[in-house]
Structures are given as C-alpha cells and as structure tokens.
C-alpha cells in the first residue's frame, strides 16, 4: 500500500536559515504532491502543488523540489522567520488520481530568534 | 467570512452517544471529506463525497457514517461514541482539477469521548 513519511522529530533551526523538510513516499508514483502549513489547533491550509513532470517549484520563500527517482520531495524556507514556526504536512494524490490525499503525520518546524 | 466552517468546535460526550459534527462550505465545491487526526498519525480519511448523490468510505469508517444534506453541507455521526474516536476531525472541500485538486480545511471540531 502507498506509504509517505514525514521526519517525526522537531525541527529547530534559527532565525534567517533554510529550513529543510523532507517527504519521502514508496509503493506508488503520485501524479502529484502537496505541501500544506498547520498552525496548533487549526486546519491545514495548503502551500504549494508540484507534478510529477516538475522539478522544482517556488512561492516567495518557500521552495518545493520532487525527485521521481529518489522518490522524495524537499521543502524549503529560506530566510526563515519564527512566524515559519508550524507543522508541514506533505500529501500526495491518491492511486488513479481520485482527487482523495494521503497525508504524511507532518513535520513540526521550530525558528529561534 | 470562513469558507469552510464546522459545528460544533468541542465536544466532550460519553460512550454510547449518539453526536453529529456539521461542515458547511460556501466554495461551491462539489468534493468534500471527513478526515480524523490523532497525535503522529496525521489526517486519516473517514469518508469523501464527491456530489451529493456520490458517498465513499475511507481508510477508517468503521463507527461513523456521513450524510451529505446538500452540496454544501456534510456531516459526519459517530453512532455509539467510544473513547478511542477522541480526537480532532477535519472536513475539507476541493474542485475538481486535472492539474491536481487542492484542499480546504475548516476549523476543526475537538471531540473527547468520555
């Protein structure tokens, strides 16, 4: 069955790096993966969408890349602020492209000041 | 105005009751879900609709059941509540996109089972 990952531990970095979060999936080829922000006890609200036939996609400071082979996405916040301080949770499309999410258990992001 | 809001936001109710948690959405979108997260877990997927007439089950829908009133409103029951259905439940709505669908998720209901 279709298996994603998430780093489970905390990430803690300081204020003004690149935070680095990765996502790594098997048993599937998704057509597509997501990356959503989750702040405490409020609902995901989603980032960005890369395809499989793209390599790397940017927003302002966040940075998503998706490599097929590896199968693996990273995203990244550069210049990080401690307002980047949430959980990021990946998804990727569900067998035949239903339209339905499978959600890694997401990876909380710490900025310092 | 939120776009997609639910109803209740807590809950605390005993085992063996009856509760219903509502979602109701002004995106006018037609695909809506009902996801339960529990701590390192992440969002497990309940039910889905993707039109009024059209109710799936999820990974994990054993004890609930979903009625869509309407396309904008979808509600999840949890016939017999038991203590491990504590937890926070999502519903989120998506359009249909060939490039991808994207969610959008309400508030979120916290429920605690007694």
């Known amino acids: 069955s279709q298996k994603i990952e998430q780093n489970s531990e905390a990430l803690n970095i300081q204020e003004g790096k690149t935070a680095t979060l990765t996502c790594n999936y098997t048993?599937?080829?998704?057509?597509?993966l997501q990356w959503y922000r989750q702040d405490p006890g409020r609902g995901p609200v989603f980032l960005l969408l890369?395809?499989?036939?793209?390599k790397e996609k940017r927003k302002e400071r966040l940075k998503v890349t998706f490599d097929t082979t590896l199968k693996q996405s990273l995203f990244h916040i550069t210049a990080s602020q401690p307002a980047d301080s949430a959980t990021y949770l990946c998804?990727?499309?569900?067998?035949?492209?239903?339209?339905?999410?499978?959600f890694g258990q997401g990876t909380t992001l710490q900025v310092k000041p | 105005d939120a776009d997609v809001t639910q109803t209740p936001r807590n809950r605390i109710t005993k085992t063996g009751k009856r509760i219903m948690l509502e979602c109701s959405q002004t995106?006018?979108?037609?695909?809506m879900y009902w996801y339960r997260q529990d701590p390192g877990l992440g969002l497990r997927l309940i039910y889905y609709?993707?039109?009024?007439?059209?109710?799936n089950k999820g990974e994990i829908s054993d004890g609930y059941s979903v009625s869509r009133q309407a396309q904008a409103k979808f509600s999840l029951s949890l016939e017999s509540a038991i203590p491990n259905q504590t937890a926070l439940y999502f519903c989120?709505?998506?359009?249909?996109?060939?490039?991808?669908?994207?969610?959008?998720f309400g508030p979120g209901t916290r429920l605690t089972v007694l």
């Open positions: 989120a709505t998506s359009d249909p996109n060939p490039r991808g669908d994207t969610q959008y």
């Open positions: 048993n599937y080829s998704p057509a597509y």
């Open positions: 890369i395809r499989e036939n793209e």
């Open positions: 998804a990727l499309d569900h067998a035949g492209n239903t339209g339905k999410l499978i």
């Open positions: 995106k006018g979108h037609d695909r």
């Open positions: 609709s993707f039109d009024v007439k059209d109710i």
